[in-house]
């Protein structure tokens, strides 16, 4: 295999954990990833890197060129841009899947519905596993192994576990998975299972599952693998670098993210503040994250107890992903939406089904918890928070075939909800049973045209 001169040699560990509530810098996170002072969560920060980077524009060009390298971790998009992650000491010992290097699409009949002039959607559905948690789950997988952990683990809503057992099947450790039994999607939990992950479906929900690792990591030597380890978040970054890198560094006005455990928004906020303070961006884009109603532990901590302390739910939604009453990363998404000014707003179940068969009828799709996007921007724009002339990219967070009942209930009307509404209606596309006969399926075409 060729091996591209864009890989660098040997670089020291260059980062170290901040607590992200009092500052408190370490060189080691323990198993929980929590501030041995305050008990807060960490993040990972770069102290040296202002002068150990070279300049934006050096960088720029630097990860344009890796694209026509074969070395793995240039194919991959998320190692391409290392320079702004944690340290490897030897890149060929990442463990990637091609991941990243997602498309970024137009929505012209969304931006109509919308009302804005330019709608994209930045799709992470297209990674190998099907969600955007490949992008972060390449990056801490890869630190696990290299601390020599034979076992992952982690809690999930069916992505991070699929994204999860891939990587651990790929880096030669075992994977343990607990998921909320009959809570999550079958096609999620079909790819667990076929990528060999120790499975277990418990009585309980997301944050039952959750709350059970942060237990067991504390006991047994299992790394974990959720977005509480900051690894993860670094990786998740990338989406931010590789979307303004298609926009050619021309900032959007908004981007908008789905909440559940509020690690991604956490990780595309950072990416941002990061690249501007690197002179990489000349703006930083408002950052917003939509919840679903039955799932909206963000609004309510941001509208009832003014972001200062976590208001939890007992979640309830169709769209299973997004299913987390207690999210973790809460204090970090509130930042990131204070810092970029971004907004916080809910959906109901009817607007996620009709945001995601808009999108769907573009030729996209995307599983129901990355339409809460498009249904949420509808709410910003008459809000007048987003403005008529506003460029605005969408975070599809999922692929469609990750939860097709939800498609096919939505399609044939098993969906309650939404009676008597006529938008709803001309969205549906159900099957249509026939017998076999050229005149019957001639019928069906005139009735159409
Ligand atoms: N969209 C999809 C498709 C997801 O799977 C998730 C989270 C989110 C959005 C929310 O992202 O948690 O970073 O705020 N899924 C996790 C999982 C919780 O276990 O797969 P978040």
Request: include cysteine; charged fraction near 20%.
């Amino acid at each position: 295999m060729a091996v591209s001169s864009s890989v660098e040699g040997v670089r020291q560990k260059d980062y170290r954990f901040r607590c992200i509530a009092c500052g408190e810098l370490s060189d080691a996170a323990g198993q929980d990833f929590r501030c041995g002072k305050c008990g807060d969560l960490l993040e990972i920060a770069y102290p040296a890197w202002k002068d150990a980077l070279p300049d934006a524009t050096t960088l720029k060009s630097l990860w344009k060129s890796r694209k026509l390298s074969s070395h793995p971790a240039d194919l991959s998009g998320i190692w391409r841009f290392r320079d702004l992650l944690p340290a490897m000491e030897d890149e060929t010992h990442v463990i990637t899947l091609r991941e990243g290097n997602t498309p970024l699409y137009e929505l012209p009949q969304c931006a109509r519905i919308s009302g804005v002039p330019r709608l994209f959607a930045k799709h992470q559905g297209m990674n190998p596993t099907g969600s955007f948690k490949d992008a972060g789950m390449t990056v801490a997988a890869t630190f696990a192994r290299r601390a020599g952990f034979r076992w992952v683990a982690c809690a999930s809503t069916g992505n991070t576990s699929a994204s999860m057992a891939a990587y651990a099947a790929r880096g030669g450790m075992r994977g343990l998975v607990l998921v909320p039994e009959g809570k999550i999607s079958w096609s999620k939990l079909s790819q667990a299972l076929d990528y060999g992950a120790v499975t277990c479906q418990l009585r309980t929900d997301f944050d039952g599952c959750l709350r059970l690792l942060q237990d067991l990591v504390r006991q047994a030597p299992v790394y974990q693998l959720n977005s509480i380890n900051p690894f993860r978040l670094e990786g998740q970054k990338t989406v931010a670098f590789e979307l303004l890198e298609q926009l050619d560094w021309n900032p959007p006005d908004h981007i908008i993210v789905p909440g559940g455990n509020l690690g991604n928004s956490s990780a595309i906020g950072k990416a941002l503040l990061e690249m501007h303070e690197l002179g990489l961006i000349s703006r930083v884009p408002k950052l917003s994250v939509i919840q679903a109603e039955g799932a909206n532990a963000l609004v309510r901590t941001l509208r009832e107890a003014g972001g200062k302390r976590l208001i939890s739910v007992q979640a309830e939604t169709r769209a299973t992903a997004i299913r987390i009453g207690n999210p973790a990363s809460w204090k970090k998404a509130a930042h990131v939406l204070e810092t970029t000014g971004g907004a916080c707003e809910q959906v109901s179940e009817v607007e996620i089904a009709q945001a995601k068969a808009e999108i769907g009828a573009e030729g996209i799709g995307c599983e129901p918890a990355s339409a809460v996007t498009l249904a949420g921007l509808k709410k910003l724009v008459k809000q007048g928070f987003v403005k008529p002339g506003d460029s605005v990219v969408l975070v599809l967070t999922g692929n469609l075939l990750k939860d097709p009942d939800f498609t096919i209930e939505f399609h044939r009307g098993e969906m309650p909800g939404g009676e008597g509404n006529a938008g709803l209606a001309a969205l549906r596309h159900p099957p249509i049973v026939l017998d076999a006969s050229l005149e019957a399926v001639i019928r069906t075409l005139d009735r159409f045209n």
